[in-house]
Antibody
């Protein structure tokens, strides 16, 4: 069974940092692009970042560029999102999502991040 | 960036009736190199993560009931639910993957009348 399990969410103060992780199973992780997508409380979906098969290409949404870093470890079937200089508006559920190229075809259950003092 | 605009924001449809959801992109997502529309539809039920329904504007993902269909090209797209079932109550998002940044529409909430 294809599965994506996020972890690392929690409460963090404005200006702080947090690292999210996503454990992938049930498919050949190294054969897929991977994404992070977020959803603020009661709001729609916002794409955050994408990384290619070997980690050599990364793209970011404008709202997180320069603050967030996406990375992957194909040996461990894992995807990470390092989030720095966090703001209240970064409060959201963060989803790990598999990409067939740029087509998002599998979503994780999400991990909740709250930025508040 | 490509802006995706969905309409209506919400609609209430009776069981067994047709639901029509619209999505418009600020620039064409039709590729001249492969003649494909880089447009997907995702369904999100309350308390659940989204689920891919349709990609390439009209290709149903495996396991998606055939009452769901996608159409359109260029900048204007439609998701049609031919005969609404109770389990179809959800928010539906269109998303372009023509290029980064990937962008989603604001969503259309479908309710049962």
């Amino acid at each position: 069974e294809v599965q994506l399990v996020e972890s690392g969410g929690g409460l963090v103060q404005p200006g702080g940092s947090l690292r999210l992780s996503c454990a992938a199973s049930g498919f050949t992780f190294s054969s897929y692009w991977m994404n992070w997508v977020r959803q603020a409380p009661g709001k729609g979906l916002e794409w955050v970042a994408i990384i290619n098969l070997d980690g050599s290409e990364k793209y970011y949404g404008d709202s997180v560029k320069g603050r967030f870093t996406i990375s992957r470890d194909n040996a461990k079937n894992s995807l990470d999102l390092q989030m720095n200089s966090l703001r209240a508006e970064d409060t959201a559920v963060y989803y790990c999502a598999r990409g067939s190229g740029f087509i998002i075809d599998i979503w994780g259950q999400g991990t909740e991040v709250t930025v508040s003092s | 960036d490509i802006v995706m605009t969905q309409s209506p924001d919400s609609l209430a449809v009776s069981l067994g009736e047709r639901a029509t959801l619209n999505c418009k992109s600020s620039q064409s997502v039709l590729s001249s190199s492969d003649n494909k529309n880089y447009l997907a539809w995702h369904q999100q039920k309350p308390g659940q993560p989204p689920k891919l329904l349709i990609y390439w504007a009209s290709t149903r993902e495996s396991g998606v009931p055939d009452r769901f269909s996608g159409s359109g090209s260029g900048t204007d797209f439609t998701l049609t639910i031919s005969s609404l079932q109770a389990e179809d109550a959800a928010v539906y998002y269109c998303q372009q993957y023509y290029g980064a940044p990937l962008t989603f529409g604001g969503g259309t909430k479908v309710e049962i009348k």
